[in-house]
């Protein structure tokens, strides 16, 4: 799976994407993370100034400002050049809620080989003009009843959640809670610890051995 996120704040993100499991399933290249800033595709004076803003005014008035369309329609354009199977994210807040179903379905159709590009685009202050949509049309998508400062989050929300569902970024498939049953309580070493003198000890149907018992436990729990 390649993601192609266009921001406006790339470093933002890549020091998330540059650890643990995302770092590992790009080393092995499971997936590639391609980043499109619109700042530049925007013009610039022979000394290299911006002679003209990624932002402006909205029209009709009102308060902040709306990331004009050409500069982010040229970032999508290098991101998506003549590359097949490619699918658009637009982050709205009364898009499709995302899900781990989504996430499936998403990882699913990139291993029919239908999907191999995901293009995320990432809003900031007042939004992106809406003609961008218009132009480059795709699926809208929010990750939960919230507002958020921009589109970074949501992006990195999904990232995360279809690159553990492809196959061969987990070490153990098994290690997907949603496909098990997970507890939401957690115990490892040592059996018992003390703390300002009170034990706390591991549940002792834990160390039973008792599969179907572990089972129902952690179903109950």
């Known amino acids: 799976m390649h993601y192609h996120i266009v921001t406006l704040f790339p470093e933002s993100m890549k020091g998330y994407v540059a650890e643990s499991i995302l770092r590992r399933a790009q080393k092995n290249k499971l997936i590639t993370i391609s980043f499109y800033n619109p700042m530049d595709f925007t013009k610039m004076s022979r000394k290299g100034a911006l002679k003209q803003r990624v932002d402006d005014k909205p029209y009709g008035g009102g308060p902040g400002m709306v990331i004009r ?42 291993q029919e080989k239908k999907l191999k590009h995901l293009v995320l685009i990432c809003g900031r202050y007042e939004g992106i003009d809406t003609r961008v949509e218009e132009v480059f049309p795709g699926v809208k998508v929010s990750v939960g009843d919230y507002v958020l400062t ?65 089972d129902k436990w952690r179903e109950e729990n």
Do not use: C, W
Not at 154 to 170: K, N
Not at 185 to 196: G, L, N
């Open 150 to 214: 921009g589109g970074e989050l949501p992006a990195l929300i999904m990232i995360d959640s279809i690159t553990r569902q492809l196959p061969g970024v987990l070490g153990d498939a098994d290690s997907r809670e949603e496909t098990r049953i997970a507890s939401t309580k957690y115990y490892t070493r040592p059996e018992v610890f003390t703390h300002k003198g009170k034990r706390y000890q591991v549940p002792g149907v834990l160390l039973s051995g008792n599969h179907k018992d572990i």
């Open 69 to 110: 369309p050409e500069p982010v329609i040229k970032a999508i354009q290098k991101a998506v050049g003549r590359k097949k199977h490619v699918e658009i994210v637009h982050f709205a807040p009364r898009g499709e809620k995302f899900t781990t179903e989504m996430a499936q379905e998403f990882a699913q159709t990139y």
